[in-house]
């Protein structure tokens, strides 16, 4: 059985730092592509940052810049280092594993306030 467990919200003050992680078990990780989205309140989960399994990265326009996805595929770990958080990066961050069907993980909630 294919589980992912994110971990790493919290609240943050504009500026600063969080990395998230995502642990997979029940799959062979190193395989599948991986990626990190997001949903706020109000709005539709959107994309925030992919991996392959080759390593290849692509982000959001929004996060560029600022978020670095990776992967450690003997941990079968997927991170999100979110850098110059902003308020409008608050949402709940879910890892999704592009298996041959799509797994999620619970979410993390990510509050960025003063």
């Known amino acids: 059985q294919v589980q992912?467990?994110?971990?790493?919200?919290?609240?943050v003050q504009p500026g600063g730092s969080l990395r998230l992680s995502c642990v997979v078990s029940g799959s062979i990780f190193s395989l599948y592509a991986m990626g990190w989205y997001r949903q706020a309140p109000g709005k539709q989960r959107e994309s925030v940052a992919r991996i392959t399994s080759l390593h290849i990265t692509n982000y959001a326009d929004s996060v560029k810049g600022r978020f670095t996805i990776s992967r450690d595929n003997t941990k079968k770990t997927l991170y999100l280092q979110m850098n110059s958080l902003k308020p409008e990066?608050?949402?709940?961050?879910?890892?999704?594993l592009e298996e041959a069907v799509d797994y999620w993980g619970q979410g993390t909630q990510v509050t960025v306030s003063s």
């Open 89 to 96: 990066d608050t949402a709940v961050y879910y890892c999704n």
């Open 4 to 11: 992912l467990v994110e971990s790493g919200g919290g609240l």
